[in-house]
């Protein structure tokens, strides 16, 4: 028996690609200097208190960061944010797979559930701060009622989709109930699930802005909005810069989890990622 | 949903939720049929503004996600920029957006395009990545030219991945439009859900909201319907629950 | 060895030794519902019995519902008509001294779990200890325990295949059963892949029922050979091979060999030619008018070489 591996997953030619990647992440990055240089040279062309440059907004960023507004506004905001994905995340993969999983259970609530989602979540807001006041409760109660739904539909999808053959041998190795679950359907559908993740923490974030300017008193939302009103237009643009770079962060921090978790899964698909 | 309504009724009409909070049915449906006015007007305010930034992004996002697709070093230069902007709550620049151009519909339809852009000009610039090559060779073996590819191979081809971005910014111009008519606290949908919350009459404000999702789910419909008319030959499968 | 053939006797001796019924099927009948609505015919009147330690094929031409009945009787799913016995006891779900190898080695096999934790996955409800060592076993047994850390995309198709082989084989099953498992896989690696399954059982002594459409692979590997008709495919006929084991490339030369196979062939290709006292117009039981059990024993031969 002399058959060695054929290996399928392997990338070859390992200096070339290197150098070749370089190259295009090279130009991307000039690409974004080149949008950005197009800011300050506009801004300093239109000389307009509403319009700074670049290099103003980026040194007030630097005050905030190592300002009180880091731990007063930055930090509540991240946490909210991340607990309303959080728990979304849960909510949304329990539910998906389960409405996924048991057909008819599946059928009968979809309807509803369709309704449901699409409601323009920010419309739910005023109907939160009936129900919750204002503060982090009424926000994270907003985040989670938007966010869920990426999560649920993607785990539906999953769950309805799982390869038959799966089942087929699960039940064959006697696998049933939860070790089925989790052996099985949950790894299986894993994939769907985190592109259903991705979309939902983005939603998270832009959904925590809104919510935080309507109906709290601190926060990146808010803080934002204060600025506004008080015409401290500076401080404006270097909140929204900070979101940006949250909502970026989230995101390569969220793909590198991916990437461990899901391993196995870029052999199968040839590592085709958005 | 029949089941929904009737739990609800039975849920309220037993008294077990303080009706302060959930109103009945009927107190939902006296609050729109009271202000109907109001709330079909608001509707027509909200639908106007979510038009004309959708339009506006579509087609600015279908044109320069083509332009883009189709030459290898402006997709390079585009990378860095979309990952960025990808994650953007556009929602955020709402206050940013008020400094800007001040209150009004120009400021909001611009907000609104700027959103609806993204899904769009990415997933046109990603569908013309991923044209099957043989389609493009079969089209220059027949003798298309430069234009008759783009419009009988490109076209057809990144039609259906197109209209998943299409689908995905119907949705958020929606909900960009009601975010700034919450924030700025008058017309459209938003503001009518927002004066009934702060007068109290909790009856309107969940009918504007039922109102809100029939909205979404009608256009999420439409949409549906317009994309099978227009691409016969492709099976545009709601997302399951769809 | 060489190709002197056992006299009937020894035959019918040999048939004997194996073991007891361990899937008796009588009268199966299965039919599908298909994308319009209509319901598919798949299968009818299915007859046989199967022994311990028996080495069985079904073959029979594409789409004739080979894969269906394979999984009629495995307990997978159930038989609208008539009954299948494992051990003489009706069958409800797959039980655990039953195993089976699938065709879609890429769609078998976990792509999350590792060739070790695939392996694994078949004895889980083993202690850890006793679970690692079948695992390990099973993988030495087909060659593979180099590659327990590898992930099967990494593997080519028929080592793909072996780990689902070595994943039925931990669970030390008394019946095999597979599913058409070398179709996709090359020429080379299969003859390879045959020659495996055929130690494995001659080692193991387990029964075997293979669903296959290669004539030469049934004949090759088989005691005995079901052909069936197409769609809604009956047993034709039931064809003893008496071959002397164990069995290699010089089997397959044997004159032998050539005349099983054009017999197998011959039934499945002509079939009302070969038994024109079995009316295929019969009504059968599985037809809704039909309510009479129609006489089996004419539509199936036993043939034996004649002496």
């Known amino acids: 028996m002399t058959a060695g591996t054929l290996p399928r997953g392997r990338r070859r030619g390992r200096s070339h690609g290197w150098r070749r990647s370089l190259a295009r992440h090279g130009a991307s990055w000039l690409g974004l200097a080149a949008v950005l240089g197009a800011w300050q040279l506009t801004a300093i062309a239109l000389d307009k208190t509403v319009f700074p440059t670049f290099s103003r907004s980026i040194s007030v960023v630097g005050q905030l960061l190592t300002g009180s507004v880091l731990t007063g506004d930055i930090v509540p905001s991240v946490i909210r944010a991340l607990t309303g994905f959080c728990i979304s995340a849960v909510l949304g993969v329990l539910v998906g797979l389960t409405l996924g999983y048991v057909r008819w259970l599946g059928e009968y609530c979809s309807a509803f559930i369709n309704f449901l989602r699409s409601v323009p979540s920010p419309l739910l807001i005023p109907l939160a701060i009936a129900f919750l006041g204002l503060g982090a409760k009424m926000v994270i109660a907003v985040i989670v009622s938007a966010a869920v739904w990426p999560v649920i539909i993607n785990a539906f999808d999953a769950a309805r989709r799982i390869e038959p053959l799966y089942l087929d041998v699960a039940r064959i190795c006697g696998l049933r109930g939860f070790a089925l679950f989790r052996r099985v359907l949950l790894p299986a559908t894993l994939p769907d699930i985190f592109a259903g993740l991705r979309i939902a923490l983005s939603i998270s974030l832009a959904v925590l802005v809104v919510a935080e300017i309507l109906g709290a008193s601190t926060g990146i939302g808010y803080f934002i909005q204060n600025a506004e009103q008080t015409f401290a237009v500076p401080q404006t643009y270097a909140g929204v810069i900070i979101l940006a770079c949250l909502g970026w962060l989230f995101d390569t921090v969220f793909l590198v989890l991916e990437r461990r978790l899901l391993a196995w899964e870029r052999g199968l698909s040839g590592g085709l990622r958005v | 949903m029949g089941v929904v309504i009737g739990l609800w009724t039975v849920i309220t009409g037993s008294g077990a939720v303080s009706t302060d909070n959930i109103p009945t049915v009927a107190a939902v449906v006296r609050g729109a049929a009271g202000s109907w006015q109001d709330l079909l ?202 | 060895m060489s190709d002197t053939c056992p006299s009937p006797a020894q035959v019918t001796a040999g048939l004997a030794a194996h073991g007891p019924a361990l899937l008796e099927v009588s009268g199966l009948c299965k039919s599908l519902p298909i994308a319009d609505g209509t319901v598919l015919e798949v299968s009818r009147d299915i007859t046989f019995t199967l022994r311990a330690g028996e080495f069985m094929s079904i073959v029979g031409p594409s789409g004739a519902g080979k894969t269906t009945l394979l999984r009629t009787v495995s307990g997978l799913i159930q038989p609208d008509r008539g009954s299948v016995m494992h051990r003489g006891q009706a069958v409800r779900q797959v039980p655990s001294w039953l195993s089976i190898v699938f065709q879609e080695y890429n769609k078998s096999l976990f792509p999350w779990l590792t060739v070790r934790k695939n392996v694994m996955l078949a004895v889980h409800s083993q202690p850890k200890a006793e679970a690692r060592q079948r695992m390990a076993e099973a993988l030495n047994l087909v060659g593979l325990y180099d590659f327990a850390d590898h992930y099967p995309w990494e593997l080519s198709g028929g080592m793909q295949q072996r780990v689902a082989l070595a994943r039925a084989m931990a669970s030390h099953p008394e019946l095999l059963m597979m599913d058409e498992p070398f179709a996709s896989v090359d020429a080379l690696t299969r003859a390879h892949l045959e020659n495996m399954v055929q130690r494995l059982w001659a080692e193991a002594g387990f029964a075997a029922l293979l669903v296959t459409h290669d004539i030469g692979e049934a004949v090759y590997l088989s005691d005995r050979v079901l052909a069936l008709s197409s769609r809604p495919s009956t047993v034709l006929a039931e064809i003893l091979v008496d071959l002397p084991r164990p069995r290699d490339r010089a089997t397959r030369a044997l004159p032998r060999f050539y005349e099983l196979c054009n017999q197998v062939l011959s039934y499945i290709e002509n079939p009302e030619e070969r038994e024109p006292a079995a009316a295929p117009h019969h009504p059968s039981a599985c037809s809704p008018a039909g309510t009479s059990r129609p006489d089996l024993s004419c539509h199936r031969k036993v043939v034996v070489r004649d002496d």
């Open chain 2, 41 to 242: 007007s608001s509707l027509g305010a909200t639908l106007e503004t979510w038009a004309l930034g959708l339009a506006i992004a579509t087609v600015a996002g279908v044109t320069l996600g083509l332009l883009v697709g189709l030459s290898q070093w402006a997709d390079s230069a585009t990378d860095v920029i979309v990952r960025m902007m990808r994650p953007l709550p556009s929602l955020a620049l709402i206050p940013l957006a008020i400094l800007v151009a001040g209150l009004g519909v120009k400021m909001t339809s611009g907000l609104v395009a700027f959103a609806a852009f993204w899904p769009v000009f990415i997933n046109t610039r990603y569908a013309v990545r991923q044209i099957e090559p043989r389609l493009l060779d079969s089209g220059r073996a027949v003798g298309l030219g430069r234009w008759g590819l783009i419009r009988r191979v490109v076209i057809p081809a990144t039609a259906p991945t197109i209209a998943t971005g299409v689908r995905i910014s119907v949705g958020l111009a929606i909900v960009v439009t009601v975010s700034v008519e919450l924030v700025v606290g008058t017309g459209g949908l938003g503001g009518y859900v927002l004066a009934a919350e702060q007068s109290g009459a909790t009856g309107q404000m969940y009918a504007g909201v039922v109102v809100g999702g029939i909205l979404g789910w009608a256009l999420n419909l439409l949409f549906l319907a317009a994309a099978r008319a227009l691409m016969p030959w492709q099976a545009v499968v709601g997302r399951g629950l769809g």
